[in-house]
Structure formats: structure tokens, C-alpha cells
């Protein structure tokens, strides 16, 4: 797929504020971001961001999200290795959603699958999709 | 983009209370969708579905949001024929955001072009990456 993207590193602090100034975070402070492979198109997860996570990621280059259920910032891969690299963040029209171009190491999915959307509603029901490709509790390890 | 999905067309009654069971609403009732081109894994936009927008959907084959600005179903298209056709529908790991394979008639973003992700953050600042492809007073006549 051709994403028309510049890979992304050390954004400076006067383009960071730019681009929050056209986020619009919900009540709670959060916009949903959407993590898609940069190069093959696949989508791999959506979860949240908030400020510091969007300032973070990218200064970093390496994507931050924040945890709702933690109530705290989720290096993505911190715990599990499988880390996000930063290609581009882009905004939508609204400034309400923002899809985030990465470089996936492994799988980005918590249950070992490449990608979170492996459930598929067909006509004879739910069909699961694809495979786990690491087991979990080798990414999550007790 | 290989998507291994398969049309959807009058997805039956049973399956479709199968996928409503599945689908974690928010306290508003509400589930993101990432709408994707099936056939080349473009990002089209990000809206949201209520129970009653994802039974229409996989019941018709036509994607039907839920506006949470006019607080009412919206049927993509219905105003500016910039339709939504199911390819499939799928559920995340947690349940809790939606991925529409689709395929988009025209442009699915009000600006008249293609997708809503057409601003980008760079070093050197904010760009847009997309032109406009159809006059967006020609999709909204007044």
C-alpha cells in the first residue's frame, strides 16, 4: 500500500503543540487512535491517546498510548516487547480520531495474534480469523 | 491488500444478536468503527454505531452509522450518494471498536476527499496530503 509517509523522529516541540491545537480531546481528555501497519495496510488495534501520550510518541518515536484501564501512559511493547515504531501520525477532518503509521514488532494483539480484529461476522456465524502466532503467556509472562 | 473476507449480504437475525452479544457499547451506547477500502487497507474514516446502526448494517449491506452531533441514525450517503457498501463487518480482541471492510462510492470524507486522514504531522509542520476531489457543495446542496 502506498502510504505516501516520511518516517518520523524527533518532531520539534512548536509542531508538537500544533498538532494538539487541532486535537480535539472528549471530556475525559482522550481520542480514540487507530495503529495500522504502515506498509501492508493491515489494521492492528485501536485504543486512546491523551496529550502527553500524542507529545510523547511524537518526541519518541515510538507510540504511547494511555491506558483506561490502568488509568496510566502504555509504552506499547513495554511489558510484552512488541513495540510500535512511529512511521506518521496523521488527524482527521474533525480532529477527533487520529491514525497512527507503525512499524509493528511481532503482534500487536494481547492474545498473541498479529491484529485485534479477528473476529468476523459472516453468515454462518462468528468466525475467528486468524492464528495466535505467540502464545500469550510468552508475552505476559506470570 | 488481502483481506480474506467474503461479501456480506442479509447477514440472518441469530448471527446478528451473536455479534450484538459480543460488542461492548459505552455508557452512551456507542462503539467506534474504523471504516477501511477493502481492496487497497485505505483508512477511510472513524465514526460510531449504536446497536440499532450495526443491525441495520449487517441486515441491509449498507454501512449506517450513528451521528452523535445530530443524535440520529446516519445512513453514509443518504445525504451526499457517497455510499458505504458491507464487505465485512469484525469485532476487536476486547470487543469494543468495530472494522468495516467497505466499499466506499466517491469520497467518504465531507471535505470531498477521499478519507479524513489528510493531515499529517512532519518535522517541518502540519500538511495536508489530499486534495479535494469533489466539490464539497456539490455532495451538500444547500
Not at 23 to 29: N, P, V
Request: proline share 3%; hydrophobic share 35%.
Amino acid at each position: 500500500m502506498r502510504t505516501n509517509s516520511v518516517m518520523t523522529e524527533n518532531i520539534p516541540e512548536n509542531v508538537i503543540s500544533e498538532a494538539l491545537e487541532l486535537i480535539k480531546f472528549d471530556e475525559a481528555g482522550l481520542v480514540p487512535a487507530i495503529a495500522q501497519q504502515h506498509d501492508t495496510g493491515e489494521n492492528l488495534m485501536l485504543a486512546w491517546m491523551n496529550k502527553e501520550s500524542v507529545s510523547e510518541t511524537l518526541a519518541s518515536g515510538r507510540v504511547c498510548y494511555w491506558s483506561r484501564s490502568r488509568g496510566k501512559l502504555w509504552r506499547k511493547g513495554e511489558t510484552s516487547g512488541q513495540v510500535q515504531k512511529l512511521i506518521e501520525l496523521r488527524i482527521d477532518c474533525d480532529g477527533d480520531t487520529i491514525l497512527l503509521l507503525v512499524d509493528q514488532e511481532g503482534v500487536a494483539c494481547h492474545t498473541g495474534r498479529r491484529n485485534c480484529f479477528f473476529r468476523a461476522v459472516r453468515n454462518d456465524g462468528l468466525k475467528s480469523i486468524a492464528d495466535v502466532e505467540i502464545n500469550p503467556n510468552k508475552l505476559y509472562p506470570k
